[in-house]
């Protein structure tokens, strides 16, 4: 079945710095791709998303793109802030697997100044 | 504020109790998911509502569970004899259309339940 595999945190960067956080997943048919975001005491919002190979979503400096022969939807960001400091939730969905979404578990990034 | 509202925010019950958790959702979204998240652990999806269509419950994990929508509007969501390993926190998401076709979905701040 479809499923989504994020990598594990949590991650501890320092400001400014690279960050990459990876996604693969396994789907039948052309799913849709997207990060998800969690602040401290928030609820989940959209980061960015991309619908078809080799799309590039974009949001905040964050980018990732839609790569398709390797199955991957790796989150990048040049420099992040210590207000990036949250849980990213990479997903999918596919209208052929029941319009449901697929959610990795989760990878916690901590930014310190 | 139009976004997607649920409550309680907060609820303890007693082991063996039944829960009604409520959600609503933006207006005009035809799409309506429940998902569960235990301590440190992704996203589990639970049940989804599209319009009039029959819900796809593929997700309950046990016929305890049950979840309603009145049309395009409220849905509640209820937990029968409710058994410690229920504690999690429940959210609900909205969308315009299915999920499949790469809408986005609107997430509510969630219930956190605690069964003791």
């Known amino acids: 079945g479809d499923s989504v595999t994020q990598m594990e945190g949590p991650v501890t960067l320092s400001e400014e710095a690279f960050l990459t956080i990876n996604c693969t997943y396994t789907?039948?048919?052309?799913?849709?791709l997207f990060w998800y975001v969690q602040y401290p005491g928030e609820g989940l919002q959209l980061l960015l998303k991309a619908t078809k190979a080799d799309d590039k979503g974009s949001n905040k400096g964050f980018e990732a793109t839609y790569r398709k022969e390797t199955t991957s939807f790796h989150l990048e960001k040049g420099s992040v802030q210590v207000s990036d400091s949250a849980v990213y939730f990479c997903?999918?969905?596919?209208?052929?697997?029941?319009?449901?979404?697929?959610f990795g578990t989760g990878t916690s990034l901590t930014v310190i100044p | 504020g139009a976004g997607v509202s649920q409550s309680p925010s907060n609820k303890v019950t007693e082991k063996g109790k039944d829960v009604e958790l409520r959600c609503d959702p933006i207006?005009?979204?035809?799409?309506l998911y429940w998902y569960r998240q235990r301590l440190g652990q992704g996203l589990e999806f639970l049940i989804y509502f599209q319009g009039n269509s029959a819900p796809d419950k593929s997700g309950l994990p046990s016929d305890r569970f049950s979840a309603e929508r009145t049309g395009e509007s409220v849905s509640t969501l209820t937990i029968q004899r409710t058994q410690q390993e229920d504690s999690a926190v429940y959210l609900c998401a909205s969308s315009l259309g299915l999920a499949g076709v790469g809408e986005t979905q609107y997430f509510g701040p969630g219930t956190r339940l605690l069964v003791l």
């Open positions: 789907a039948t048919g052309y799913p849709s």
């Open positions: 207006s005009g979204h035809t799409a």
């Open positions: 997903a999918l969905s596919a209208y052929f697997t029941g319009n449901q979404f697929y």
